[in-house]
C-alpha cells in the first residue's frame, strides 16, 4: 500500500527554518511529480511547491517564493521542504502530495497524500 509520511514539523520563532520530509514506500514515486500543500485553520488547503519527478523543475506560491525550497532525494524516495525566514502567517498543516499523470498546483489532480505535519510560527 503507497504510503507518504511527513515529518519535521513543530514551534519555530518568526525567522526561524525548518526543514520538512515527505518519505514515501509501499511504491517507487520517483516518477511521480510531488508536491507541498498546506492548510490554515479555518481556510482552504492552499500550494506551496512542486517538483517534478525529474527533479528538474520546481514551482512555489508567490508567498514563499525566496524562502521555501523544494527537493527530492530519489534514493531515498524522500522529498523536502525546506523553510526559512518563517513567518506567522506560514503557520499550517503541510501535507506533501503526489501526481501520477499531472505537474500542477492543482491538489484535485493528486493521487496520493500524507497525514500532514504541524508547523506553528511564534511572532
Known amino acids: 500500500q503507497a504510503q507518504l509520511v511527513e515529518s519535521g514539523g513543530g514551534l519555530v520563532q518568526a525567522g526561524g527554518s525548518l526543514r520538512l520530509s515527505c518519505a514515501a514506500s509501499g511504491r517507487t514515486f520517483s516518477t511521480y511529480n510531488m508536491g507541498w500543500f498546506r492548510q490554515a485553520l479555518g481556510k482552504e488547503r492552499e500550494f506551496v511547491a512542486l517538483i517534478s519527478w525529474t527533479g528538474s523543475s520546481t514551482d512555489y506560491a508567490d508567498s514563499v517564493k525566496g524562502r521555501f525550497t523544494i527537493s527530492r532525494d530519489i534514493a531515498k524516495n524522500t522529498v523536502y521542504l525546506q523553510m526559512n525566514s518563517l513567518k506567522p502567517e506560514d503557520t499550517a498543516i503541510y501535507y506533501c502530495?503526489?501526481?501520477?499523470?499531472?505537474?500542477?498546483?492543482?491538489?484535485?489532480?493528486?493521487?496520493?497524500w500524507g497525514q500532514g505535519t504541524r508547523v506553528t510560527v511564534s511572532s
Open positions: 502530495a503526489a501526481a501520477v499523470q499531472f505537474y500542477t498546483e492543482n491538489p484535485n489532480k493528486y493521487d496520493y
